[in-house]
C-alpha cells in the first residue's frame, strides 16, 4: 500500500506554555497511532485528535520527533512525522486519498451509468448530446474502447462511415478482445470499400 510520508509543522502559538497536539482528517473519525521505534503502531485515540506533546514523550519516550498514522478502512494510510518543539501548538489535517481500486470501482459505476444514459439518448436519436457525453467521458476514460465503439456507432448512424470506421478501429486497437468493434470495423472495410489508406463515405 503507497503511504504518503509528510513532514510539516504548522499553527505555532508563542503564547501557550502547555504545548498541545492537534490532528483533524479529512474524512474524520479515523484511527491514530504512534509509530513506535521499532515500527510498532500504537492506537491512540482517533480524530479529531488532540493530545499534549508531554503526553507524548512521557508515554512513548520519544524525543525530537514523533511519527502518527492516520487510518481509516477504503482510504491510503497517511503518515505524518511531527517536531516535538518546547511550548509550540502543532495543528494537523491528514487529508486521506480512497485506495486506488476502491476508486476504480467507484469510477467505473459511473462510467456505466454514463454509458446507459447515452444509450437512451441514441436511442431516442438524439446523437448530438449523446456524443457531447462520451466527448467528457473520453477524457476521463481514454483507455476503455466501448466510449470509441459507441461513437463509431453514433458516427455509422448518421451515415457518416469513414469517421465511423475511424472509431471502431481505435476502439478494437485499444481493446483486441472488443469483438462488436471488430465486427464493424470488417464490415465497413468489405461493405463500403472503406480501406486504410483513402477512407470515403458511403
Do not use: W
Not at 511550548?87 to 446507459?116: H, P
Not at 448530438?128 to 466527448?135: G, P
Amino acid at each position: 500500500m503507497k503511504t504518503l510520508i509528510i513532514f510539516t509543522l504548522l499553527s505555532f502559538s508563542s503564547i501557550s506554555f502547555a504545548a498541545d497536539l492537534n490532528i483533524k482528517s479529512n474524512p474524520a473519525d479515523c484511527d491514530v497511532f504512534v509509530i513506535g521505534e521499532n515500527g510498532k503502531k500504537n492506537a491512540v485515540g482517533k480524530t479529531p485528535y488532540k493530545t499534549s506533546i508531554d503526553e507524548i514523550k512521557n508515554n512513548f519516550g520519544v524525543e525530537g520527533s514523533v511519527q502518527f498514522l492516520v487510518h481509516k478502512p477504503g482510504f491510503e494510510e497517511f503518515n505524518i512525522v511531527v517536531p516535538l518543539i518546547g511550548s509550540s501548538d502543532v495543528n494537523l489535517s491528514a487529508n486521506l486519498e480512497v485506495q486506488r481500486d476502491i476508486k476504480m470501482t467507484q469510477d467505473l459505476d459511473l462510467l456505466v451509468t454514463d454509458l446507459f444514459d447515452v444509450l437512451r439518448m441514441m436511442r431516442g436519436k438524439d446523437f448530438d448530446t449523446a456524443y457531447a457525453k462520451l466527448d467528457k467521458l473520453e477524457q476521463k476514460f481514454p483507455h476503455y474502447s466501448i466510449i470509441y465503439e459507441m461513437k463509431g456507432t453514433i458516427s455509422y448512424l448518421q451515415k457518416e462511415f469513414k469517421k465511423a470506421l475511424s472509431f471502431y478501429r481505435k476502439a478494437f486497437g485499444i481493446n483486441p478482445k472488443n469483438r462488436e468493434a471488430y465486427k464493424m470495423k470488417v464490415y465497413l472495410e468489405k461493405k463500403f470499400q472503406v480501406d486504410a489508406g483513402t477512407g470515403g463515405q458511403g
